[in-house]
Structure formats: C-alpha cells, structure tokens
C-alpha cells in the first residue's frame, strides 16, 4: 500500500528558509516521478513543483520558481522541497504526491508570518 | 501551460438529486483527467482517473466521462456524505486543477 508522509512543516518568517521532506513507502520510489501540490487557506489546489524519477528534469510553477528547489534521495525513498526567500502568499498545507496513480500524503502545513 | 476551467463554483443539491460537475480544459487532454473529492482539514480523495475509471473503493453513484477538452462528474444519487468539495485534474502534462465546486446542501 502506497504511503507518502510529510513533515517539515512549521512557522516561518517572511524571507526565512524551510525544507520539507516526503518519506515514501509501498512502491518502488526510484520509478516514478514525484509531485509537490499546495493548498491555500480557503483556497483551491496549486500544483508547485514535480521532479523524474531519477531526478534529471525538474519543473516549477511560475509562482515559486527560483525560490524552491525540488529534490530526491531514492536511496532514502525520500522527496524534499527546499523553500527559501518564504512570503506570506506561501502559507499553506503542502502535499507530495506519486506521478501516474495520484496518490497523496496528508499534507504539512507551512506558516509564514513575523 | 494547461488552463482548467470547472464549472459551477458552487452547487446547491439535496439528497437523492442527480449532480453534475463540468471541467474544460484549454487544450486537449486526451483521457488524462482526474477527479478528486475534499473535505475540510483533509487531503483529496482520487474518484476518478483517466477521465471514466473509478479508482478502488469509490461508490458507484459518482462517474465520470468526456475526452479532449470536456469532461463531466456525475453522482447519480447525492448522499449526505457527498457533500464536500470537487476539483479536476489533468495530468496530461505536469499538474494543473480546476478551482473547484463546492456541494452545498439545498
């Protein structure tokens, strides 16, 4: 049974630094690419950043890109999403999610507030 | 990049009505179309991939259909715990989400 769990999460100050981390479990994470998807409060789903399964290509939403960093350790069956120069418009639970089937974490909520 | 339009925002239904929710998508898609269901504090619920499969323990009053660029979420009978919040998906090429429809009791 696919299992994706995230952490990571916490408060942050405006321009600060966080990385989040997916521990993957159930399949064969070398294999599939991986997704990081983000919710607002109140808001709708915002896709943010995906990554190959061996880590050759990696995309970003206009909305983040040159701040975060997608990455992977399948010798840790592990995806991360490092976050830097943080606004207040970053605040939201942060999902990963498994390419191909659709299957999602429950999500670490990010805060970023002085 | 891939621009998804859902359609209505907001549905007021009561139970035993039949729903339907619309998702359009700026260019075609192909079959390459989720949808998911959500409730409030919890991560969504994959119904439907591929635009007409029904994923694994999914009831089956909720369907789904089109390909190309317009694609419709069916529930046949709303149940009380119908009521939450729908969004499409496609995955095509990347990721990209329609804003989502809220189902709201009549």
């Known amino acids: 049974q696919v299992q994706l769990v995230e952490s990571g999460g916490g408060v942050v100050q405006p321009g600060g630094s966080l990385r989040l981390s997916c521990a993957a479990s159930g399949f064969t994470f070398s294999s599939y690419g991986m997704h990081w998807v983000r919710q607002a409060p109140g808001k709708g789903l915002e896709w943010v950043a995906f990554?190959?399964?061996?880590?050759?290509?990696?995309y970003y939403a206009d909305s983040v890109k040159g701040r975060f960093t997608i990455s992977r350790d399948n010798s840790k069956n592990t995806l991360y999403l490092q976050m830097n120069s943080l606004r207040a418009e970053d605040t939201a639970v942060y999902y990963c999610?498994?390419?191909?089937?659709?299957?999602w974490g429950q999500g670490t909520l990010v805060t970023v507030s002085s | 990049d891939i621009q998804m339009t859902q359609s209505p925002s907001t549905l007021s239904a009561s139970v035993g009505d039949r729903v339907t929710i619309t998702c359009r998508a700026s260019?075609?898609?192909?079959?390459?179309l989720a949808w998911y269901q959500q409730k409030p504090g919890k991560a969504p619920k994959l119904l439907i991939y591929?635009?007409?499969s029904l994923e694994s323990g999914v009831p089956s009053r909720f369907s789904g259909s089109g390909s190309g660029t317009e694609f419709t979420l069916t529930i046949s009978s709303l149940q009380p715990d119908d009521f939450a919040t729908y969004y499409c998906?496609?995955?095509?090429?990347?990721?990209?989400f329609g804003q989502g429809t809220k189902v709201e009791i009549k």
């Open positions: 990554i190959r399964y061996d880590g050759s290509n990696k």
């Open positions: 999610a498994k390419d191909i089937t659709l299957s």
């Open positions: 998906q496609q995955y095509n090429s990347l990721w990209t």
């Open positions: 591929k635009a007409s």
């Open positions: 260019q075609s898609i192909s079959s390459w």
